[in-house]
């Protein structure tokens, strides 16, 4: 039951990041919007190429993080559970 609650409580947290999230993208500056429409095409690509430079590599940062955390989480988790039998066999654990 306090998993269910735990993961309808994450999923909500979650819609509602997203969902505020999009008023923000509607927030534009004036005068980055008149200089883009006015410009070329060669400078709306170098834009577009510059934002990308710009996102792309902190984006896969973050992905990359989130993976080797995922890919670790058991490994930490055994060590304390073969820590935690060890200490129980020997008796050092409680005094």
Known sequence: MRKLIRSTGLALAILTGLLAAVPAFSQNCALCYTQASSSGSR?????????????????????????????????????????????????????
Do not use: C, H
């Open 43 to 95: 400078m709306i690509a170098a834009l577009k190429s510059g934002i990308l430079v710009l996102v792309v590599p902190p984006t896969l940062g973050s992905i990359g993080m989130i993976f080797v955390v995922y890919r670790k989480r058991n490994q930490v988790r055994r060590r304390e559970d073969e820590e935690g039998i060890e200490e129980a066999e020997d008796g050092s654990g409680q005094e």
